[in-house]
């Protein structure tokens, strides 16, 4: 008996010990390892060395209002998934979009955010006048003149033969200063200016001149056109006022940049670039058209560039929310924190701020 009674107490105190042992595991740890990476602007770091931006706010007024102690850990890998899923972080809150890639792995807080992607473009006051004197000096834009001069030297001569024996006052009847009078005539009609100090009076110079007012009309239109378009091939970052317009510019991008399916879909030529100011550069010296990255990142970034203007278009979007690990005790704890102070207004204008 007695050592039955023995044997019970040494299992009650196992089982209270594994108990223990079980409630210290499942404890929180008394300091909470918060993953973070420079990411304006939710997170961004001063030069004092101190945490500030849209998510270190959000994240200050949880840990309030749960008396949370935390320490920062600052993510160099650049991969907020991976420290968190390697126990090197509790909770990261680097913004990250939510996919189910990731969601296979870890957990993800309530959504604080939605945003798009937005569009910056190269703005420059200047550009359309230099386009246009790159147009005019261009070798294409000489060699249509020439050919425009070619034929109105010709149809000049014709008329200079049909008109000079009997209107001596508007054609000279020797060659040289005569077919320098077609020429000019031939000009003139071409370009509708229309002086009217020399004009056929012949019947055969007349029906000439008809069909030379008609062929120019066609010429000029082509010439034209082809100055316009080389004046908007050099400005159409300007012309970009729905997302069509996208369609066979060049557009740099970042990596696992989400718009990429979006813009491959609108026939855009995407332009894989490092991070924002080799983006910039890029755009700078002409390289791409456009450059498509996260909004809220795009205008802390270009807010800081003269000469980088956001456009008001946005493609797609994305959710994002803190990093878990899965099954976390305080996911709960964390999720109706969250909610709780983005529902506020003040929140509300903190963020767009």
């Not at 456009?311 to 924190?337: C, K, Q």
Request: glycine share 8%.
């Amino acid at each position: 008996m007695v050592r039955q009674m023995g044997r019970c107490a040494a299992l009650l105190v196992l089982a209270l010990l594994a108990i223990g042992t079980a409630g210290r595991a499942q404890e929180e740890p008394e300091r909470l390892r918060v993953g973070i990476a420079h990411a304006p602007p939710y997170t961004i770091l001063g030069k004092d060395g101190t945490w500030h931006g849209m998510n270190v706010s959000l994240w200050n007024r949880i840990a309030t209002a749960q008396d949370l102690d935390f320490d920062w850990v600052v993510d160099d890998q650049g991969d907020p998934v991976a420290q968190v899923l390697d126990g090197r972080a509790d909770i990261s809150i680097a913004p990250v979009s939510v996919d189910a890639a990731a969601e296979r792995q870890i957990d993800f807080s309530y959504p604080y955010s939605r945003d798009g992607f937005g569009i910056a473009i190269r703005e420059d006051r200047w550009q359309g006048v230099i386009a246009t004197l790159r147009a005019i000096s261009s070798l294409e834009f000489a060699l249509t003149m020439g050919l425009l001069s070619l034929l109105a030297l010709v149809a000049g001569t014709v008329i200079w033969l049909l008109e000079r024996w009997r209107n001596g006052s508007s054609f000279a009847r020797t060659a040289r200063p005569g077919v320098g009078d077609g020429f000019w005539w031939a000009v003139v009609t071409m370009t509708t200016v229309g002086y009217g100090d020399k004009a056929p009076i012949t019947p055969p110079g007349r029906i000439v001149a008809t069909f030379w007012m008609y062929a120019a009309l066609i010429l000029t239109a082509v010439a034209t056109a082809q100055l316009t378009a080389r004046i908007s091939h050099d400005t159409r970052g300007f012309q970009i006022v729905e997302l069509e317009d996208l369609t066979g510019l060049r557009v740099a991008v970042l990596p696992g940049g989400g718009a990429r399916e979006e813009l491959s879909l609108l026939g855009a030529t995407v332009v894989p670039v490092d991070d924002f100011d080799q983006a910039f550069g890029i755009l700078e010296d002409n390289t791409a058209d456009a450059f498509v990255a996260n909004r809220e990142a795009l205008k802390w970034y270009a807010s800081s560039k003269a000469e980088i203007s956001l456009l008001g278009l946005t493609i797609g979007f994305n959710d994002y929310a803190f990093v878990l690990p899965e099954d976390w005790t305080l996911r709960n704890t964390i999720n109706v924190s969250l909610l709780n102070v983005i529902a506020h207004e003040d929140w509300r204008v903190s963020r767009d701020q």
